[in-house]
């Protein structure tokens, strides 16, 4: 949630409407309705296939919001590692490197190598694993085990730390949302 470093100063209750508006300022200025096929499908396009029936027009928006998540925290002065917080920011993470790794070789005649990044920018990469074309999602049945890694679709915006939060829009406090404290959601 937003501001929770100002829980002295702001109560539980303004919290949760900054973080109401700004996903609200999101939907309204930042949207993707379900009839831009073109532009879920250039998300979806660089994402594990066997997941392409799952792309929403939500899904995409959030994505994207972890594409910028990532790309701000690459974009600061120190250091910061992990880079990817959730399964989501990882595959923003490799989308970034594979489109790198891409525009090096076609502009630049060069091929690159980000094995150093890689090592030291993702906590791990099991997510690599769901490009794995054998690899198809798994009913959630009664005796479903969610898998390590937030690999399971449902879990991809989930923080892997709660200490390092993603960005709200793309994961609402769950625990706010059962208690009725959410408003409208």
């Not at 300022?25 to 096929?37: A, K, Q």
């Not at 499908?41 to 792309?55: A, F």
Request: hydrophobic share 35%; with cysteine.
């Amino acid at each position: 949630m937003i501001a929770d470093a100002w829980n002295e100063e702001l109560p539980e209750n303004h919290r949760i409407a900054l973080d109401i508006a700004y996903s609200d300022f999101l939907d309204g200025y930042f949207h993707l309705s379900p009839t831009e096929v073109d532009k879920i499908e250039r998300v979806s396009g660089v994402l594990p296939e066997q997941y392409v029936s799952r792309y929403t027009s939500l899904f995409c928006r959030r994505f994207i919001i972890c594409m910028c998540s990532v790309a701000d925290r690459l974009a600061q002065p120190e250091r910061v590692t992990p880079v990817p917080r959730c399964t989501a920011e990882a595959l923003a993470l490799h989308v970034l490197i594979e489109q790198g790794t891409a525009l090096l070789r076609e502009v630049k005649r060069e091929e690159a190598d980000y094995r150093g990044f890689v090592s030291q920018a993702f906590r791990d990469t099991d997510f690599l694993q769901l490009y794995e074309a054998g690899n198809r999602e798994e009913h959630l049945g009664p005796n479903h085990r969610p898998r390590p890694n937030n690999i399971d679709f449902n879990d991809w915006f989930k923080p892997f730390d709660r200490n390092a939060p993603v960005n709200p829009f793309v994961y609402e406090d769950w625990t706010t949302e059962q208690s009725g404290l959410n408003f409208f959601r």
